[in-house]
């Protein structure tokens, strides 16, 4: 069974970079592997996604501040966000992103139990 | 970016009602949709995928229709465990994105 798991500073202060990284155990690393985050009260929001042929997409809204890595030798990703503000303060999940039909409609089918980043100083 | 607009926002039901919850884009993204069903400090869960696929594991009781622009969730027959919030994901195109959200809550 694949599960997945967050891990990293729970606090982060305004200007810095916020790095999280997601351990996954069983399954094979072939996936696209993603971040999502919810800020309180609000929907979720996709941050972007990373592969193990070395694609990967950001969301245009964060683009110019993220970077999401790969290694799958020690089965895990990582995701940083720089230049923190309080706007960044969510819950982050890391997802695994599936596709039945190999047509590129992949949706996040599984999830880690999420973290919460609070931004202050 | 694609817009999702879930509609409503929140409602209160009772059980064994049956309960349904619309999800319109603001383009067409064919039956590209699924439905997550989130708990309070949980993670979303897969419920729907391809607007109208029953993830293995899902009660009947939850079924999706729609296509083009605007879909449904339905949820028949409504048990204790199925009040929660519930999403819709666009799977069309990037960036994804989400509905806001409808909350069910109990009558």
């Known amino acids: 069974q694949v599960q997945l798991q967050e891990s990293g500073p729970g606090l982060v202060k305004p200007s810095e970079t916020l790095s999280l990284t997601c351990s996954v155990s069983?399954?094979?690393?072939?996936?696209?592997w993603s971040w999502v985050r919810q800020s309180p009260g609000k929907r979720l929001e996709y941050i972007g996604y990373?592969?193990?042929?070395?694609?990967?997409d950001y969301n245009p809204s964060l683009k110019s501040r993220v970077t999401i890595s790969l290694d799958t030798s020690k089965r895990q990703f990582s995701l940083n966000l720089s230049f923190v503000t309080a706007a960044d303060t969510a819950v982050y999940y890391c997802a695994r992103l599936y596709d039945t039909n190999a047509q590129g409609h992949d949706w996040f089918d599984l999830w880690g139990q999420g973290i919460l980043v609070t931004v202050s100083s | 970016d694609i817009q999702m607009t879930q509609s409503p926002s929140s409602m209160s039901a009772s059980l064994g009602d049956r309960v349904t919850i619309t999800c319109r884009a603001s383009q067409s993204i064919s039956r590209w949709l699924a439905w997550y069903q989130q708990k309070p400090g949980k993670a979303p869960k897969i419920l729907i995928y391809d607007a109208s696929t029953l993830e293995s594991g899902v009660p009947s009781r939850f079924s999706g229709s729609g296509s083009g622009t605007d879909f449904t969730l339905t949820i028949s027959n409504l048990q204790p465990e199925d009040f929660a919030t519930y999403y819709c994901l666009q799977a069309n195109s990037y960036p994804r994105t989400f509905g806001q959200g409808t909350k069910v809550d109990i009558k």
């Open positions: 990373v592969h193990h042929t070395g694609d990967a």
């Open positions: 069983g399954g094979p690393m072939i996936y696209y």
